[in-house]
T-cell receptor
Framework: GEDVEQSLFLSVREGDSSVINCTYT??????LYWYKQEPGAGLQLLTY?????DMKQDQRLTVLLNKKDKHLSLRIADTQTGDSAIYFC??????????????FGQGTELSVKP | EAEVAQSPRYKITEKSQAVAFWCDPI?????LYWYRQILGQGPELLVQ????????DSQLPKDRFSAERLKGVDSTLKIQPAELGDSAMYLC??????????????FGPGTRLTVT
């Protein structure tokens, strides 16, 4: 199937680390992505990881990829109230025409409490 | 910083009416995508253009939805007639090109459609 799965909610305290998990479906996906969506807004590309990498770090963001288990995670260090949003993981299975189509999970709503 | 532009931001229409959305991608981006996002779900691709050609419209309800990108730049998505179940956020995205050489898709702010 095409289901990219994420837990729906995560609540953390300001200053703690947040870890958002995702299970994807196609082991041949070339890139895996994390997008952030604030209320009423479009999607902002946060980071991505190439499938031949295990880890990618970008300032407060760390992406871990376990290809064997098809598991992707996003860790946000020192979480701030401004990080409160919905986070989507997405894959682009190459089986789709020219590989452009993204398959999104249903999103994880991150709530950061002061 | 270059952005994907969409209009209108909000649209309320009655069922059976026609509605149209417009998208202007980032300059130089050859690939344009229209996604639909139902409340509480992730976006789902409706149609993908490479320049002016449709490369994927497998999820587009063609009996009522149409999309065009006549000059390979901006694009219009139309619904006629609108149904209650079409209420959603319609997102436009663009990227430099197809496949693994243009992996970053940039999204516009979306058009929130409410059908009454």
């Amino acid at each position: 199937g095409e289901d990219v799965e994420q837990s729906l909610f995560l609540s953390v305290r300001e200053g703690d680390s947040s870890v958002i998990n995702c299970t994807y479906t196609d082991s041949s996906s070339t890139y895996l992505y994390w997008y952030k969506q604030e209320p009423g807004a479009g999607l902002q590309l946060l980071t991505y990881i190439f499938s031949n990498m295990d880890m990618k770090q970008d300032q407060r963001l760390t992406v871990l990829l376990n290809k064997k288990d098809k598991h992707l995670s996003l860790r946000i260090a020192d979480t701030q109230t401004g990080d409160s949003a919905i986070y989507f993981c997405a894959e682009n299975p190459p089986v789709y025409n020219q590989g452009g189509k993204l398959i999104f999970g249903q999103g994880t709503e991150l709530s950061v409490k002061p | 910083e270059a952005e994907v532009a969409q209009s209108p931001r909000y649209k309320i229409t009655e069922k059976s009416q026609a509605v149209a959305f417009w998208c202007d991608p980032i300059s130089g981006h050859a690939t344009l995508y229209w996604y639909r996002q139902i409340l509480g779900q992730g976006p789902e691709l409706l149609v993908q253009f490479q320049d002016e050609s449709v490369v994927d419209d497998s999820q587009l309800p063609k009996d009522r939805f149409s999309a065009e990108r006549l000059k390979g730049v901006d694009s219009t998505l139309k619904i006629q007639p609108a149904e209650l179940g079409d209420s959603a956020m319609y997102l436009c995205a663009s990227s430099l090109g197809p496949s693994i050489f243009s992996y970053e898709q940039y999204f516009g702010p979306g058009t929130r459609l409410t059908v009454t």
